[in-house]
């Protein structure tokens, strides 16, 4: 520009001023001032370098369709910080933006490229130069100079020069202020996503101290930032870190590593965490420390360490029970199986496993039990059934498994639990007690056979109705008597002994010698004690009328004794007795012992009326006795 007396270009000294001005204006942007300290330094030093009246900086508004002037020299009072111009043709500057290059106006009087705006019409403005601030593709403003007297304006080479050096300057500090902003939100972003992670999340310095930590530290019982500077060793503490140690070596060897640890945290006593450390790289490629990333999983490992315990103990029920649980998965194919289940059937679970288990069952049981498990899984239904499976023993076992099946949240099949429950006992008892209901109901015909047989011999023998029923309620509670000595000792053989004491026991009186018995212990099937019972019965009876429990000397000797073929020979004596006769007509008794016994036990019987007392000889074949 001209000098203030309009004499053409600045003399050499005054280009070196403008060399000054640069390099002081450089320093104080490497010194780090405030922006605004900056930019009013940056036109106050415009005015000086090139004696002009009017310089201003304008900043593109952020939506970029104007400009506000940030700072400025010459200009009316409130204009700086206020005064927007177009940033189109509207203006010099916004003309300088659409050029994407300086813009020098000699004359605004004949500048037809533009209009002038009317920043630069209020006060007179008839020529100036205006440089972009920043990259042309992406301006951060316009700085411009301007004079109000034609005879001052003139902008040579150097001069356009001196205002670029000064709006580079102002953009490399505006570029690097930004970068810094920018690496501060960065951050400040981080901080904020680290401090609203739930876990502890740090930096820590190769010599193992903090360089920052995240809120979550505030577990530790101080405030994080009075952690920062201090060593890990000493706020996790010594067995914590000598477990980490080791770790902490492979992150240095340029490893990311994950582990287990116990950590003593605050006031909260031991927390079991999971560490993962993973190195941190400085520019030249070194590992100067390490990223740490901690989580609480104390709550975790608890309920792990439920589960375990609770599986054991699921496991240990399980076992406990006969042939126990299993599962299977959505094809019906064995997942578990109890230990007592295989062991019952001796193979491995590998062996069970896939349908292994059906070789255990009969052959045409295996087919049909296969395809109705299949059918019952393809419908999704319950599955309850007996099986017979062969024991490892060789032994035959009764199961009943009832099972159901488990789905997901989704409703999918996730497969079967079922139960095996022995019921071997049981079906045992079934069929046992199948057989002594046979056995029951033949017992009971045979009964009542019997009773209708007593009351045809009793009526054949009766004179009248009294006699008939005396002689038929005797003979029944004989019976009856048998029956119940049955029914205690369990429907099992019975002692000839004791079936004998139970008949005589009425008979026995004041002296204990009326009669003895004498034999071996042998043992009587149901069926010859009843017919037994009804014919000592008879014996018994006919001793009291008219035999050895009649009168006062007579005395009773049952013996019996097993003969070379092992038939029961049993003798009933009567004794102290005389004038003893045979009757002249075949009472009850003797059809009894004639007919019942020999008809019904295949028995000889001999019947000797001696004149001391009757002699009846009774002979059983030994397939109706048990020697004892």
Known sequence: MKDQDGRGALPAPQREVQHRLVADL?????????????LDRAVVDLAEGLNARYVKLLELTPDRSEMTVRAGVGWHPGIVGTARVP?????QAGFTLLQEDTVVVHDFAEERRFLPPRLLSEHGIVCGASVIVGPVTNPWGVLGVHESELGRCGFDDSDIDFIRSVANILWLFIRNLRSVEEAERERQALRSFADAMPILFSVVDREGRYEFVNRAYRQFGEAPGRLVGRKVSEVIGPEAWRRAQAQTRRVFEGRVVSFENRVVIGSGGERDVLATFAPRRSPGGGIDGY???????????RRQREILERNQQYRAIADSIPYGIWTCDPGGRLTYVSDSFLDLVGMT???AADFGWLSKLLPEEAERTRAAWEDCVARRG????EHRFSGGDGGSYDILAIARPVFDDEGALFGYVGLNLDITERKRREETLALVSAELDHRVKNVFSLVLTIARQASRSATDVETFREGFEGRLRALSSAHQMIAENQWQDMSLGRLLEAELAPYRGARRTRWTLEGPELKLPVRSVQLLALAIHELATNAAKYGAFSGAEGT????????????????WQESGLGGVRAPASTGFGSRVLKQVLVMQLGAEVSVDFRDEGLAVRIVLPREEIHEA
């Open 291 to 301: 990223y740490g990333a901690v989580v609480d999983i104390t709550d975790q490992k």
């Open 87 to 91: 940033s189109d043709e509207g203006s």
């Open 556 to 571: 009773l000797s049952v013996r019996w004794s097993l003969t070379g073929d092992g038939a029961l020979d049993l003798l």
């Open 26 to 38: 450089g320093k104080l942007a490497l010194a780090g001032c405030p922006l605004d300290a900056l």
């Open 349 to 351: 679970f590998e062996e």
């Open 382 to 385: 319950h599955w309850e059934r």
